[in-house]
């Protein structure tokens, strides 16, 4: 069965996005003022450029992150001046893909004009420290995980060596959680020891132990065993995954995902080789309810297997669609796509015959994949039509193409490979609806006709 089969039965998303929470509207001195304003009074750093570096971007921007520079401090901040000028003004970061008017989503993470303009001026001015008063407190990241002191801390019992060559590595680990009773998580976070070779990663629950049987029956000397096209077994559960420049976070109040007294964790890692040995020992941070949640979250996932893009097709568009077999709430989408992907955008088509926009993308990069949370969660009533639309370019004017000269580039797990999948992040009663949807998406098909 393919793996995208047991991704629709036990809901699992990727945790995908980077940098931290968005900035509202900042007040003159930090980045509120109009860009004619800003460039009446001298800028600083300490009290115009720091606190939008602190709420926009040191949470990837310090040491032991994803980021290449840390931004917590002036001498930083002043060395890598230009870059973050040039970046800012080109909106490539802080990254944040969605175009404005398609979802309300937490934590965005766009700079308004007038912090554009703010830091620009600062730039010109020489980028000027000012008074030693005016510097905020940097934020505070205890124990290394963003969301702070977790209640579990799991790991790979021991590090799996990735060769230095060849295709992408599927690899799951078994890890138990040794759980007494049934437990609610609000929010998982994951650090790979050697992020350079961690593709993404998936969080499987088994409470059958057929986990630890295809481990305990794998012969080939290594840690875990081999597991493409997913776990090998169909999950009991599943607490969403992991995809370079993700940020962890809380789901609402009162949601959770149901991990059953018991269970095992699975983690599914895809390796990409970097052309030398590697090592590579995961860690997972579980956050548990409180309360027992009045609602379940769970994903379920679109997809289209039938991609067959030639060399040099620079306009290659999958259009898919599916009804909703009953009312629901959407908490959030993630749309998931390879290297050739240029623009996804989806919207809902309401039976009283409105057009609901739900996420554009309209400048895809992988890099930048993410998991988009609505502040308010969007009802979907029995009936609407979601509409998927995909473009790809398979052209050397495509900087991200992977091969030179272009070639036929069709489904699969590779990089290399392509995929149209987006999952829908519903907050649900279990009940008829849920059951309905679990048999629109039962073996990983996508709805009739497509």
Not at 275 to 299: H, M, R
Not at 395 to 411: D, G, L, Q, W, Y
Request: aromatic share 10%.
């Amino acid at each position: 069965m393919h793996r995208i089969a047991w991704l629709l039965t036990v809901g699992v998303s990727l945790w995908v996005g980077c940098c931290a929470m968005g900035a509202d509207a900042l007040p003159p001195s930090q980045g509120g003022a109009s860009g004619n304003a800003a460039a009446l009074a001298p800028v600083t750093f300490n009290k115009d450029i720091a606190p939008i570096l602190f709420n926009n971007c040191v949470s990837c921007h310090r040491p032991g992150e994803v980021a290449p520079f840390s931004l917590l401090d002036y001498k930083s901040a002043r060395k890598h001046a230009k870059e973050i000028d040039d970046q800012t003004a080109t909106r490539s970061m802080p990254p944040w893909k969605p175009e404005p008017g398609f979802g309300d989503f937490i934590g965005v993470r766009r700079l308004n004009d007038a912090q554009i303009s703010l830091i620009h001026e600062w730039v010109r001015q020489g980028k000027q420290e000012g008074n030693p008063s005016d510097l905020p407190a940097a934020p505070q990241f205890p124990g290394g995980w963003r969301l702070g002191e977790p209640d579990m801390v799991v790991k790979m019992p021991k590090a799996y060596t990735l060769r230095a060559d060849g295709p992408d590595d599927y690899r799951c680990f078994v890890i138990p959680l040794n759980l007494k009773e049934d437990t609610y998580v609000t929010a998982v976070d994951f650090h790979a020891s050697n992020p350079r070779v961690v593709h993404h990663a998936l969080f499987f629950l088994d409470t059958t132990g057929k986990g630890r049987e295809l481990q305990d029956a794998s012969n080939d000397g290594a840690v875990g065993y081999y597991g493409a096209g997913g776990p090998g077994f169909r999950p009991t559960g599943g607490l969403g995954g992991w995809a370079p420049g993700v940020t962890a976070h809380y789901l609402p109040d009162d949601v959770g995902r149901i991990v059953r007294a018991g269970s095992d964790l699975v983690i599914q890692i895809h390796f990409h080789p970097s052309g030398k040995v590697e090592q590579e020992q995961s860690s997972v941070a579980l956050y548990f309810t409180k309360t027992t949640p009045k609602k379940i979250f769970v994903s379920f996932p679109h997809s289209v297997r039938k991609i067959d893009i030639s060399p040099g097709d620079n306009k290659y568009v999958i259009d898919s669609s599916f009804t909703v077999p009953g009312d629901v709430e959407l908490q959030g989408v993630f749309p998931h796509a390879h290297l050739l992907c240029r623009s996804v955008k989806v919207t809902a088509d309401l039976p009283d015959g409105m057009t609901l926009p739900l996420i554009w993308i309209k400048d895809w990069d992988w890099n930048w994949q993410g998991e988009y949370l609505y502040k308010t969660p969007i009802k979907i009533p029995r009936g609407t039509k979601i509409n998927q639309h995909f473009v790809y370019d398979n052209s050397t004017e495509n900087i991200h193409n992977p091969n030179t000269p272009p070639k036929e580039v069709r489904f699969g797990e590779q990089t290399g490979d392509e995929m149209s999948l987006v999952f829908y992040q519903l907050v649900i009663d279990r009940g008829s609806v849920l059951d309905r949807l679990r048999e629109m998406f039962r073996g990983g098909q996508p709805p009739r006709g497509q």
